[in-house]
Structures are given as C-alpha cells and as structure tokens.
C-alpha cells in the first residue's frame, strides 16, 4: 500500500504561520521526491516547493520564497512545509505527492511526474 497523508492545515490570520506535514507509508520514502501543491476553487493546481529524495535539492515558487521552508525527515518518512508570513493568497487546499526516483538533484514543480497522492489539508488565511 502507498499512502501519502497530509496534516496541519488550519484557519489563520494573515501574518500567521502553519507546519504542515506529509507522512508516508508503504514504500522506500528514501527513494521518492516530494511535491508540496496548492489549489484553490477555480485555479489551477499550481507547485509550492519540491524536495529531492536526499534533500539536496529543493525548489520553491515565486509565489512563497522567503516565507515557506521545505524540509524532509526521511528516518520518520515525513516531509514538512513550515509557512510562516502567511497572506490570503496562500488560501488553498494543500496537497504532497511523490514521484520515485533516487537521484538527489529530481526536484519539479509540475504534478504530472507525480502519481501518489494525499487527500489534501485545507489552509485558511483570513482576519
């Protein structure tokens, strides 16, 4: 079974900060890179941050640099987002997906290498 399951999405004000943690299940979580996206109704599903399977690469959005860090626990097989300055533009259902793939540098903001998916966590920001 390969499971991805999201968690610490919540109801902010702006200016706020959330953890939010993706933890995997049922495969070599060493193997896979991690997507982090974000859609909100009526958008497009955009890419937040990306991490490679070591960690030795990530890449980040625009949209969120300076703001959301991205780091990787691969001995609790969990990927976290830490968002901090969080704005009302950050409103959105925030999913992680994984692509396998042992390289240390594969790392892409596009869903479509993807094919495990969570079922999301809502993020609220609003005064």
């Known amino acids: 079974q390969l499971q991805l399951v999201e968690s610490g999405g919540d109801l902010v004000q702006p200016g706020g900060s959330l953890n939010l943690s993706c933890v995997a299940s049922?495969?070599?979580?060493?193997?896979?890179?991690i997507g982090w996206f974000r859609q909100a109704p009526g958008k497009e599903r955009e890419g937040v941050s990306c991490?490679?399977?070591?960690?030795?690469?990530?890449y980040t959005a625009d949209s969120v640099k300076g703001r959301h860090t991205l780091s990787r626990d691969n001995a609790k097989n969990t990927v976290y987002l830490q968002m901090n300055s969080l704005k009302p533009e950050d409103t959105a259902l925030y999913y992680c997906?994984?692509?396998?793939?042992?390289?240390?540098?594969?790392?892409?903001?596009?869903?479509?290498?993807?094919?495990?998916w969570g079922q999301g966590t809502q993020v609220t920001v609003s005064s």
């Open positions: 997906a994984a692509h396998r793939n042992p390289s240390s540098n594969f790392c892409a903001l596009i869903p479509q290498p993807y094919y495990s």
């Open positions: 049922g495969f070599t979580f060493d193997y896979y890179a």
């Open positions: 991490i490679s399977s070591t960690g030795q690469r990530t």
